[in-house]
């Protein structure tokens, strides 16, 4: 930092040095350019170097001049001018050294200025330069911890080493450990394997053994059948035996409801003769009652004859009540019934013909000749409406016509009005096809005018009268030529408009009708494909995707749909491999299969594997039998030997659920509720559990078992419900 | 007058796009449960829109939906968004059967529109809600002429976005969906004020 500032203070002082030596150089320079410039400089300063002295001589000769005059003038105006002149000179070089100091003094200021910059710039550096110590110094700090934080990771390196190191040695010692474990397992497999086959051959030997068993027991079965033959025989036997019996026994039974039924007959036949005895007796008595009979039948008429005499001269009476009540009514509403009669009769006078009879028969044909009139009335009402429908169907058909005349009426107004515009034209070309002629007569004259004026006014006329007629006509004949022209080419313009104008219309009608037709028919295309478009736009504009080159499709990696196409991906693959595994699989079965097959037919044991299975499916089925037999027989004997126990020692014992629980009841209870809960341990020792009937003791229950055992224990509880129930019934 | 302005309701681009998020989550998951992608009992009832809502419980769906959406609503708020899609396709042939768009347009509001990042609408929220119901109870009508989904489908939620956007990690660029013989049906629309939303179903006719 020193060095640079020192170096900068030599460079400013180098610098000031060579503005100081330069200055009177520069000085130098200007004087001579200055000489240069003037160029009559060197004379002046000669004139200057000598002026001192001249000034002297001057002074000199100015004291002199008062001596000599004329002389003295001369030289006093000769120096006058010389010190005029040299006035200017010094003011002329006073300005230049003016200039030349104010130069100096600018040249100054630049040079402070740029020292002051370079000084501020100094400034800058260092204090850059110290901040970059500091950013040295901060450096070698983070470097010495970065230094301390690498040993301190080599030593933890290390440590990581050694760790490591032992974790090695560990996991050796570990394998070696495992691979003793691994060679004491095989060893121990090897010996279960040699277990198993010893055990296989145990079984080998046992399955001969029941093979050979099994040969015996068909022997054995063998003889069975022997003795079962033997034993049916002796059973059909029996049968017939018994059924002989049965025979016998039924003839004996009808022998004895013959006996039955002779006894009964012989004493019907008693009773009935003592009936005959005690007719005749009967028969008087029946004559008594008959007769007391008719008498009380005779009663019981006459009675009812005049219940029945009472009842009908009620009914009778209740009639005439409601006839004349009828009557009444009938009065009043005959009134009624004739009042309305006469409006009917004046109805029909009315209605009915004057000549004729007023009757209803008449009445009645005149309503039938109204209704007549009626129904044709409505027909022609209904004729008329069709009339009037068809009219009007017809005015409608002769609208349309109406129209399509009408249509036809314009379409000839049309024509007509382009006949006359024809006409109009034709009348107009006549018109100047007529004044061409004139025009033509016209000229036809003139030339024979001049014919005879030429033949005949020679003479009359002076030779100048007779040019200048001439002349005149000649005129006329141009102008009527110039008119006819122009009227030429106006009706040439006229036509041709025309032409313009009625070339279409001349072509017709139909052309104009055809190109409209046609102009149509493409209005209707452009305006349906016009409405496709605007649909395929509204679709378009349904999917947004009319601009689609502006816009990009982006989706995020982990969507649900990359997962599940992946997923059937594997899922298809497994499958795959599983159909393939499948189908080895089935092959391998197959050819098993095959295999078998190719040795049961080999060997021919098919057949007498089924009898053999038959065989025994029929043994296991006697076998359940007999164990069904078995156990009806066991439940028979157990219910037996309870009710039995039941009866001698007056208690009931029940085995309650699978454990070895017991509910003990007394035949002399009070109710069946009261039962004790007795439990066996596995030491085979009983135990008492708590019920509702054990708290009723009066002692407990456990002080008596202690002085007793159980069975003196219900012996007591016995004899005390006995005697309970035996006083109760006393 | 100043505290009449000052509670004023005021909805920005972000509040409009977050609205638009909801209403895409609630839409998705009722598509999802409706179309029969997912099985019933993965869903479990919510009540939003005035509107019982079955939303999807698997976590795999739920985690794809919110990074999805976070995106969307960030692209949103920037509308850069033009079209969000949901594609159902059937799983084992790629083939897609339905395509679910939900079409952006960009509206200016009713508030300052010099300035296009700070847009804002004073559209009420329950307007906007009941709008989007309207919308939902239509995509839970839809079933009724959809064709039935006879085969395993999944989904999957595409964005068309614009040319210059700048993909995050995890984000790919796919092709343009493409529907056989489609048939397209316009649900109704609505608008928060800055994002007027279409929902527009295009689905496979059967022939």
């Not at chain 1, 039955?260 to 003769?273: A, I, M, N, P």
Request: aromatic share 6%; hydrophobic share 35%.
């Amino acid at each position: 930092m020193d060095d640079i500032r020192s170096s900068i203070d030599d460079m400013m002082d180098r610098f000031n040095e060579s503005i100081t030596h330069s200055a009177p150089k520069k000085l130098l320079f200007n004087r001579l350019s200055a000489s240069f410039d003037l160029g009559a400089s060197p004379k002046k300063r000669r004139l200057e170097r000598e002026s001192p002295e001249r000034s002297l001589n001057a002074s000199a000769t100015s004291l002199n001049s008062s001596a000599n005059d004329p002389l003295g003038f001369l030289e006093n105006s000769k120096l006058r001018t010389e010190l005029i002149e040299t006035k200017a000179t010094v003011i002329q070089l006073r300005n230049e050294i003016e200039q030349k100091s104010r130069e100096h003094r600018k040249a100054l200021m630049l040079a402070e200025n740029k020292s002051t910059a370079l000084k501020e710039q100094c400034d800058i550096t260092s204090k850059k330069f110290l901040d970059v110590q500091d950013e040295i110094k901060t450096l070698q700090n983070r470097e010495m911890a970065f230094k301390n934080e690498a040993s301190r990771t080599t030593i933890e390196l290390n440590r990581l080493k050694l760790k490591h190191d032992e974790a090695m040695m560990k996991l050796q010692r570990e394998k070696y450990l495992q691979d003793e474990d691994s060679r004491n397992a095989h060893l121990c497999i090897n010996n279960e394997l040699a277990e198993y086959r010893r055990i296989a051959q145990r079984s080998d030997l046992e399955l001969q053994s029941t093979r050979s068993e099994l040969d015996r027991l068909r022997q054995r079965h063998e003889e069975f059948k022997a003795r079962v033959s033997g034993f049916e025989e002796l059973r059909a036997n029996h049968e017939k035996q018994t059924q002989s019996l049965k025979v016998a026994n039924d003839r004996i039974q009808e022998l004895e409801f013959e006996i039955q039924s002779y006894c009964d007959w012989k004493e019907v036949t008693k009773t009935s003769q003592e009936r005959l005895a005690s007719v005749p007796d009967l028969l008087a008595e029946v004559e008594r009652l008959r007769s007391h009979n008719k008498h009380l039948n005779t009663l019981i008429g006459d009675k009812l004859l005049l219940e029945e005499q009472v009842h009908d001269y009620k009914t009778r009476l209740d009639r005439e009540e409601g006839a004349r009540a009828e009557a009444a009514s009938l009065q009043v509403k005959l009134v009624h019934v004739e009042q309305e009669l006469k409006e009917w009769v004046k109805v029909a006078q009315d209605h009915c013909l004057a000549n004729t009879l007023v009757s209803p028969m008449a009445l009645r044909s005149r309503i039938e000749q109204l209704l007549k009139e009626d129904i044709i009335h409505v027909a022609e009402k209904t004729s008329s409406d069709s009339d009037t429908k068809h009219l009007q169907t017809t005015v409608r058909d002769l609208e349309q016509k109406c129209a399509i005349y009408l249509k036809n009426i314009e379409d000839l107004n049309i024509g007509l009005k382009r006949h006359k515009n024809f006409k109009e034209r034709l009348q107009r070309k006549l018109i100047t096809v007529s004044k061409e002629r004139d025009f033509y007569k016209q000229l036809v004259e003139n030339f024979d005018k001049d014919m005879t004026m030429s033949n005949a006014s020679v003479a009359d006329m002076t030779q100048d009268m007779q040019v200048r007629y001439r002349m005149e006509v000649l005129e006329r004949t141009v102008t009527g030529y110039k008119d006819m022209c122009a009227t030429l080419e106006r009706e040439i313009q006229a036509m041709r408009q025309q032409e313009l104008l009625n070339e279409p219309a001349g072509e017709g009608y139909d052309s104009v009708k055809k190109e409209l037709d046609t102009l149509r028919l493409e209005n209707d295309r452009l305006r349906r494909r016009k409405e496709e478009l605007e649909l395929e736009m509204m679709h378009r504009c349904l999917r947004g995707d009319f601009n689609m080159k502006d816009l990009k499709v982006v989706h995020f990696n982990e969507n649900p749909a990359a997962e599940a196409y992946e997923s059937s991906k594997n899922m298809m693959e497994k499958l795959q491999a599983e159909i393939e595994r499948l189908k080895r699989r089935n092959k391998k079965l197959e050819d098993d299969q095959e295999q078998r097959l190719n040795e049961t037919t080999s060997t021919g044991g098919m057949t007498l594997n089924f009898k053999e299975f038959n065989q025994l499916r029929a043994e296991l089925e006697s076998a359940n039998g007999k164990m069904r037999k078995m156990k009806d027989c066991f439940k028979a004997a157990r219910e037996e030997f309870r009710d039995v126990c039941y009866m001698l020692l007056g208690y009931r014992i029940d085995r309650i659920g699978a454990n070895s629980n017991y509910r003990i009841s007394s035949m002399f209870a009070e109710g069946p509720d009261d039962y004790l809960d007795i439990s066996l341990n596995e030491s085979n020792c009983l135990a008492l559990l708590e019920s509702p009937y054990s708290h009723t003791f009066n002692p407990p229950i456990d002080q008596q078992l202690a002085a007793s055992n159980f069975p003196a224990f219900f012996s007591a509880l016995t004899l005390e419900l006995f005697q309970r129930a035996t006083v109760t019934m006393t | 007058m100043s505290t009449a302005q000052a509670t004023k309701n005021c909805i920005t681009l972000k509040g409009s796009a977050q609205i638009i998020v909801e209403y895409l989550k609630y839409g998705i998951n009722s598509i999802l449960f409706q179309r029969g992608i997912y099985p019933a009992e993965d869903f479990n009832n919510t009540q939003q829109y005035g509107l019982t809502i079955l939303m999807s419980k698997d976590p795999k769906i739920q985690t794809f939906l919110e990074n999805v959406l976070s995106q969307t609503e960030e692209w949103l708020s920037k509308n850069m968004i033009k079209k969000i899609s949901m594609v159902i396709t059937n799983a084992h042939s790629k083939e897609v059967l339905e395509c679910w768009d939900f079409n952006m347009q960009a509206e200016l509001g009713d508030g300052d529109s010099s300035d296009p990042t700070k847009l804002t609408t004073t559209k009420e929220l329950s307007r906007i809600q009941n709008e989007i119901r309207d919308v939902m109870r239509q995509i839970s009508a839809t079933v009724s002429y959809l064709p039935l989904l006879d085969c395993i489908c999944t989904f999957d939620v595409m964005i068309h976005t614009l040319q210059n956007t700048e993909l995050p990690a995890k984000w790919d660029e796919t092709g343009a969906i493409v529907i056989q013989n489609p048939q397209a049906v316009q649900l109704r629309s609505f608008s928060t004020g800055l994002h007027k939303v279409d929902t527009v179903v295009n689905y496979k006719m059967s022939t």
